[in-house]
């Protein structure tokens, strides 16, 4: 019975990490599509509804890293701070979830905040103390929640539709999307 559920968690990743770097794609050709619609977030948010809390890490962690090796996007070197981005979505998601009493609205929301901050500290890292730029909280901020604007817009309407979508159309059966 173990084994099938640790299954089912590879599974599950393989396919939202798949999609991670297969739904990017289709916003391509739309110039700065990524950071307006934030494709690669939603598979991984998903992953935090679907999978343990680790899976759901390493789900936003390799992502984005299978995706540059695959299409050169996120160029280095946001590359490492959307894997602290997306791993904290992933493992933040799955703990609230299943800590909220699978309130899916609370854990996405607060999920989505604390992969913000960590975005925030990592740009810091990344751009002030390894590269030596100045870092400008505001402007990284305004990328971050206004640019974001239309992606965070889509992850709070799609994502609660599609965690109740699966679970009520699995409701009752053996394997049900439940991390």
Same mark, same amino acid.
């Given at each position: 019975?173990?084994?099938?559920?640790?299954?089912?968690? @590879?599974? %599950?990743?393989?396919? @939202?990490?798949?999609?991670?770097?297969?739904?990017?794609?289709?916003?391509?050709? /739309?110039?700065?599509?990524?950071?307006?619609?934030?494709?690669?977030? /939603? !598979?991984? *948010?998903?992953?935090?509804?679907?999978? &343990?809390?680790? /899976?759901?890490? *390493?789900?936003?962690?390799?992502? !984005?890293?299978?995706?540059?090796?695959?299409?050169?996007?996120?160029?280095?070197?946001?590359?490492?701070?959307?894997?602290?981005?997306?791993?904290?979505?992933?493992?933040?998601?799955?703990?609230?979830?299943?800590?909220?009493?699978?309130?899916?609205?609370?854990?996405?929301?607060?999920?989505?905040?604390?992969?913000?901050?960590? &975005?925030?500290?990592? &740009?810091?890292?990344?751009?002030?103390?390894?590269?030596? %730029?100045?870092?400008?909280? !505001?402007?990284?901020?305004?990328?971050?929640?206004?640019?974001?604007?239309?992606?965070?817009?889509?992850? @709070?309407? *799609?994502?609660?539709?599609?965690?109740?979508?699966?679970?009520?159309?699995?409701?009752?059966?053996?394997?049900?999307?439940?991390?």
């Amino acid at each position: 019975m173990k084994k099938t559920f640790e299954i089912q968690q @590879l599974v %599950r990743a393989s396919l @939202l990490i798949a999609l991670g770097i297969l739904l990017p794609q289709a916003f391509h050709g /739309i110039k700065e599509a990524g950071p307006i619609f934030l494709p690669m977030h /939603i !598979p991984v *948010l998903l992953g935090g509804f679907f999978v &343990n809390p680790i /899976i759901a890490l *390493l789900i936003g962690v390799i992502t !984005p890293i299978l995706s540059h090796l695959i299409t050169g996007m996120p160029p280095i070197p946001f590359l490492y701070v959307m894997m602290l981005e997306l791993g904290a979505y992933g493992f933040f998601t799955s703990l609230l979830y299943k800590h909220t009493k699978k309130n899916v609205y609370l854990s996405l929301v607060l999920s989505m905040l604390i992969g913000r901050v960590v &975005n925030i500290v990592g &740009n810091y890292v990344v751009l002030h103390m390894i590269l030596g %730029r100045p870092f400008k909280l !505001p402007v990284v901020a305004t990328g971050l929640f206004v640019k974001g604007l239309p992606g965070i817009a889509i992850q @709070l309407v *799609l994502i609660p539709l599609i965690v109740f979508g699966v679970n009520r159309a699995l409701k009752g059966r053996v394997g049900r999307f439940e991390g």
